[in-house]
C-alpha cells in the first residue's frame, strides 16, 4: 500500500509529547458533574493527557444513549477551563465540525462507523477546509485498510497536518477474547506504509473489558505506537455508554505507570550485534522455510496431474481433515498453538488447490 501524507509530527504541536500521548475521558458526555469530577482527577494524573468525551454518539441501535448533544460542548468548555486540558470530541458530519470549532473543541476525531463511508469523510474534511485543528482518524470497523488510509488522506488533502491513526480494533465474526479483533498486523501495514504517521491504540474498544486493557496498552507499547486512547469514568457502573469497558481514574494511573516503554532503536552497539546475529539466523531459516514450500507446491501439482489423468477430485474433505488434525497434532508436540497451524495450513493448502486447479482446468483464453 502507498500511503502519502503531509504530517506535521506530534512533538511539533503536541505541548510536552512524551510517550505515551494519553487521550483519556468518558465514553459519552453525560452531566456537568461527571465531566467536570472525571476530568479533575484525570488531571490530577496526567495534566499534560487530552480529555476525550463523545457529545453525539454513534449508537448500532436506536433508543439507546444517543449522546447529549450541544450542551456537552459547554461542558468541554469548562473542563478545559478548569483543568486545563486539551479536549477532543468525534464529529459524524459538517454539523458537528461547526459546531466543535464554535465551542473551541481541540482536537476532534472521526469514529470508526464514519471512516468507513467517504461520503461522511468527505464531508468532513470539506468542512475542515482552511482549518488548523489535530484530527484523528480511527480504523473503519471493518478491517479494510485501505478505508483507513482513504479517510486519512480526505482530511489531509482538506489541508489537515495535524493527524494521527487511531487503532480500536475490527469487527470480526471470530473475536477471541476481544470485544473488537485487534488485527495488528493492519495497523502495521499502515505505519509500513506511512512511517511517519502517529499511531494511537484504544485498548477500550479493542478489549471491551477493564482486564484486558492493561494488556493491550503494554503490546501497543510495544508495537512502537505512539499514545493511548482509554475511556476513564468517574462512575463507570452507571455510564450511560459502554459501561463495562470503562475504567476509573485511579486505575488509569496503575495501567500508566506500570507500562514499560521500550526504546525503537538500539543504541549500544554490542546489543545490536547481537540482534543483528539473531536476525541473520532467523532470516536463513525462512530461506529454507520457503525452498521447502516451493518443492512442496511442485509435489503438489504433480497430484494434481495425477488427480486430472484419473478423474479425481482436487478436493476430498476427509483428506483435508486428517491433514489439519496431523498438522495440528504435530505442531502442539512442537509447542506451535492450534490457531498458528490452522492458518499456516490453510494458506498452504489454497496455494496447493490453486495449482492443482491450474494444471486440472486450462484457464479460458480472452
Ligand atoms: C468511542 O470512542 O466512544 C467510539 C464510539 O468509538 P469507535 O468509533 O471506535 O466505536
Ligand atoms: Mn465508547
Given at each position: 500500500m502507498i500511503l502519502e501524507l503531509n504530517i506535521t509530527p506530534l512533538n511539533k504541536w503536541f505541548p510536552h509529547y512524551k510517550k505515551p500521548l494519553l487521550i483519556a475521558g468518558p465514553c459519552s458526555a453525560e452531566s456537568e458533574l461527571q465531566m467536570l469530577e472525571t476530568a479533575k482527577q484525570i488531571a490530577a494524573f496526567y495534566p499534560n493527557s487530552i480529555f476525550r468525551a463523545g457529545i453525539w454518539k454513534p449508537r448500532t441501535r436506536p433508543n439507546t444513549f444517543e449522546g447529549i448533544g450541544n450542551i456537552g460542548l459547554q461542558w468541554m468548555q469548562q473542563v478545559k477551563a478548569e483543568t486545563g486540558l486539551l479536549t477532543a470530541t468525534e464529529v459524524a458530519n459538517a454539523n458537528h465540525v461547526e459546531e466543535c470549532l464554535k465551542s473551541g473543541i481541540d482536537i476532534l476525531w472521526i469514529g470508526a462507523r464514519t471512516t468507513v463511508n467517504p461520503f461522511s469523510v468527505q464531508e468532513i474534511a470539506d468542512a475542515l477546509k482552511g482549518v488548523d485543528i489535530p484530527v484523528f482518524v480511527k480504523n473503519p470497523i471493518y478491517p479494510d485498510t485501505q478505508l483507513w488510509a482513504g479517510a486519512l488522506e480526505r482530511v489531509n488533502n482538506a489541508g489537515i497536518t495535524k493527524i494521527a491513526a487511531i487503532h480500536r480494533g475490527f469487527h470480526s465474526y471470530d473475536?477471541?477474547?476481544?470485544?473488537?479483533?485487534?488485527?495488528?498486523?493492519?495497523?502495521?501495514?499502515?505505519?509500513?506504509?506511512?512511517?511517519?504517521?502517529?499511531?494511537?491504540?484504544?485498548?477500550?474498544?479493542?478489549?471491551?473489558?477493564?482486564?484486558?486493557?492493561?494488556?493491550?496498552?503494554?503490546?501497543?507499547?510495544?508495537?512502537?505506537?505512539?499514545?493511548?486512547?482509554?475511556?476513564?469514568?468517574?462512575?463507570?457502573?452507571?455510564?450511560?455508554?459502554?459501561?463495562?469497558?470503562?475504567?476509573?481514574?485511579?486505575?488509569?494511573?496503575?495501567?500508566?505507570?506500570?507500562?514499560?516503554?521500550?526504546?525503537?532503536?538500539?543504541?549500544?552497539?554490542?546489543?545490536?550485534?547481537?540482534?543483528?546475529?539473531?536476525?541473520?539466523?532467523?532470516?536463513?531459516?525462512?530461506?529454507?522455510?520457503?525452498?521447502?514450500?516451493?518443492?512442496?507446491?511442485?509435489?503438489?501439482?504433480?497430484?494434481?496431474?495425477?488427480?486430472?489423468?484419473?478423474?479425481?477430485?482436487?478436493?476430498?474433505?476427509?483428506?483435508?481433515?486428517?491433514?489439519?488434525?496431523?498438522?495440528?497434532?504435530?505442531?502442539?508436540?512442537?509447542?506451535?498453538?492450534k490457531e498458528f497451524i490452522k492458518d499456516l495450513y490453510q494458506l498452504i493448502h489454497d496455494e496447493s488447490i490453486r495449482r492443482q486447479t491450474e494444471v486440472m482446468n486450462k484457464l479460458p483464453k480472452k
Open positions: 473475536n477471541g477474547p476481544f470485544r473488537n479483533s485487534p488485527k495488528w498486523e493492519l495497523a502495521i501495514d499502515l505505519k509500513a506504509a506511512c512511517p511517519e504517521l502517529p499511531l494511537i491504540c484504544d485498548p477500550s474498544h479493542i478489549g471491551g473489558s477493564p482486564e484486558l486493557i492493561p494488556y493491550i496498552a503494554q503490546k501497543a507499547m510495544d508495537m512502537d505506537m505512539d499514545g493511548l486512547m482509554i475511556e476513564t469514568h468517574c462512575n463507570p457502573e452507571n455510564a450511560l455508554s459502554d459501561a463495562k469497558q470503562q475504567i476509573k481514574p485511579f486505575q488509569l494511573n496503575e495501567i500508566i505507570s506500570d507500562l514499560q516503554i521500550r526504546s525503537s532503536s538500539v543504541e549500544n552497539i554490542e546489543l545490536r550485534n547481537k540482534l543483528e546475529e539473531l536476525r541473520c539466523i532467523v532470516q536463513k531459516l525462512d530461506n529454507d522455510l520457503l525452498e521447502l514450500l516451493a518443492k512442496r507446491m511442485t509435489i503438489s501439482q504433480q497430484i494434481g496431474e495425477y488427480k486430472k489423468e484419473n478423474n479425481i477430485t482436487i478436493f476430498q474433505v476427509a483428506h483435508w481433515k486428517k491433514l489439519m488434525e496431523g498438522g495440528i497434532l504435530t505442531g502442539d508436540l512442537l509447542g506451535l498453538p
